[in-house]
């Protein structure tokens, strides 16, 4: 009979050194510059990669064994939740077109981050940062199947999750989270590192996790609950090197302080932008509400976010500059958001709706300096015309801004009552932009935003119709031919709630779920 | 000084590294919400291994946590036997 | 250097005018009235009468507002970029000066939207 010594265990250092700093060469027939062809050109000068730390230190056999413990958790729970026609316990149907947005405009990015990361992963010279990237990869690539394949259960019963792949590279505000990501895909490698390892997944990744996800359990949607959670349990790893790589940086040589600097200014307010998105999801779309946009920003990004920098300030880093502006758009934003999709009610893959009293009453509570003055009588009018039949459905096209890609619906700072416009000339032309920040980033790298694929221009250019439509035939309906290259179902995926498939669907079994008719 | 935090699914797994963090860190502040808890601590937290053992009666490894993270803020100091989240300022 | 690269990096602008099939773009903003979450973009000819888009073109995007029947456009007042600016309803867009990619705003004083909030 064999005995069963236990053999001496290496420590977690060591066993994270061995893998990092022994498995990795030098090369000696080809020069480190052709290996790591992009590790230069954007000026970040790092003198000893052996300085990397990783506070981690998982290696590849725990990274699985965890990773495959997460799954089985996930999938235990995605299939409890079909077994037992879990869709029909959430608060009510509308809440179904949060989960809309984030297939259509999150999961795709998702699939971005896993590219982006394997992309930086082979082209840092550094083992440790590698081997991180690496596991970053492959986190967002299980974040991207797993999203999908518990929002699956949605589509199987209702409109609007049909095609999201197909939309996410067409729809007009699907364009905003699209771009963004396009942005810092195709800068360098560092750059990637500071716009979505830190600025996106360290400083305002929990505004979109912790209060959607919690949000979601709130609203008894145990599938997303469960696959945010666990993308959730990956991003402390994945913060963690945002911080580190920011750190790493700054430590190896004094010349990286201005270019981080401007990095980390680009980047909280490109994220910023894109994070509209979810204040109007936590103010509008939640049925049953967990805590205000301003709140959350108030917790993550004010109270977390200011730690941070705080922490920082010995590097001579500065809290990026935007945040003045922010901070007064915080009361502002959710509801210029939701309006706008109320406007453009009919271009959208989900419905809109205006809240109840009781819901304008929470968002009074919540935004006593704004809602009441600029909002309400917005919201009142709309809901009592369409009261009377006559719903509002903007079918004129917005003016976009150039490089966050959103219509011009932001206020100038400090007063919600004038749209914020700026405008700059380069070579030709005349480029238009939201805010200040988003100017200054266009001017700084004009050449790369005078490319922008902006949806209404394009739309104007011909571009956004089935192949082989004539826009000069008789009769040419342009709206139908656009929700038609969108993939869109007028009448179906679109319009108000009230009326909807999706409603009368979710009223019908749910009666059926809880009686014995 | 600044808090750190650490945010954890509520669930059977944790109940005892809540415990455990609440008995090692008694500056830190456990703030419930829906399916998940945060915990605050003024400075500093660390996750001790062994008191979370003597509270499950199992040996326990410490990157175990990451089944159940959430999320968290601050430096970390990660050994065999600790997990320390801090800020330097 | 207008971009980080690699390598010389030049592309054309994507909205160059020459790809709006003879149109210009031309944002309007109605000042005021946000009931219309954002400015507008149409594609118009640069031959386009000033007075035929605020005639023809301006009821169908602004007129679902109650205050739009009520506006006196003698009274309006423009403004291009920001500038205070007067068409002349009855030049072309090009001879008001109107190029690819303007913007123009106007304000119709004594109308403040719904119950004056600027909505």
Known sequence: ?????????????????????????????????????????????????????????????????????????????????AQNNGHLSVTDARYINTVKLFLTGVSPLEYMAHRGFAHVGRQLPGAGPRVACLMQSIDEIRHAQTQVHSLSNYNKYYNGLHDFRHMHDRVWYLSVPKSF???????????????????????????????????????????????????????????????????????????????????????????TRVLTLVAMMMDYMLPKRIMSWKEAWEVYFEENGGALFKDLARYGITMPKCIEDITKEKEHLSHQAWATFYNYGAAAAFHTWTPDEDEMNWLSEKYPDSFDKYYRPRLEYWRDEAAKGNRFYNKTL???????????????????????????????????FCSDHCKEIFEHEPEKYIQSWLPVHQ???????????????????????????????FGRDNLDFEGSEDQKNFDAWRGVATSND | MSNVFLALQANEETRAIIEAIT??????????????????????????????????????????????????????????????????? | MAVTALKDYQFEPADRVENFHGNQLLYIGWEDHLLFCAPFAFPFPPAMRFGDVVEQVLPAAFGYHPDFAKIDWATAQWFKSGQPWTPDFDKSLADNGLGHKDVIRFRTPGLTGIKGSCT
């Open chain 1, 181 to 271: 990501f396009d942005d810092a895909i195709t800068a360098g490698p560092f750059e990637f590192m500071v716009a979505i390892g830190f600025s996106f997944e360290y400083v305002l990744t929990n505004l979109l996790f912790v209060p959607f996800v919690s949000g979601a359990a709130y609203n008894g949607d145990m599938g997303a609950m469960t696959f945010g959670f666990s993308a959730q349990s990956d991003e402390a790893r994945h913060m963690t090197l945002g911080l580190e790589v920011i750190k790493f940086m700054l430590e190896q040589d004094p010349d990286n302080l201005p270019i981080v600097q401007r990095w980390i200014d680009k980047w909280a307010w490109r994220g």
């Open chain 1, 398 to 432: 917005p003016m976009l801004c150039q490089v966050c890609q959103i219509p011009m619906l932001f206020t100038e700072p400090g007063d919600p009552t004038k749209i914020c416009y700026r405008e700059a000339q380069y070579k030709d032309d005349k480029y238009h």
């Open chain 2, 23 to 89: 008995e090692d860190n008694p500056h830190a502040v456990v703030h419930p919400s829906p399916a998940m808890v945060k915990i605050d601590a003024e400075g500093s937290l660390t996750v001790r291994r062994e008191t979370i053992e003597a509270l499950i009666g199992r040996s326990f490894d410490l990157q175990e946590l990451h089944i159940n993270l959430i999320s968290l803020s601050g430096h970390i100091d990660e050994t065999d036997d600790e997990l320390t989240l801090h800020w330097n300022a």
């Open chain 1, 459 to 489: 739309i104007y250019q011909g571009n956004c119709f089935p192949e082989g439509t004539d826009p000069t035939a008789e009769g040419f309906d342009p709206l139908a031919a656009v929700l038609a290259y969108y993939h869109m179902n």
């Open chain 1, 1 to 81: 009979m064999d005995m069963n010594v236990p053999k001496k265990k290496l420590s977690l250092k060591e066993k994270y050194s061995h893998m990092t700093r022994g498995l990795d060469w030098e090369p000696s027939y080809q020069s480190k510059d052709d290996v790591y062809p992009y590790a230069k050109y954007e000026g970040i000068k790092i003198h000893d990669w052996d300085k990397w730390e990783d506070p981690f230190r998982l290696t590849m056999d725990a990274y699985w064994k965890y990773q495959a413990e997460k799954e089985r958790k996930l999938y235990a729970i995605i299939d409890a939740y």
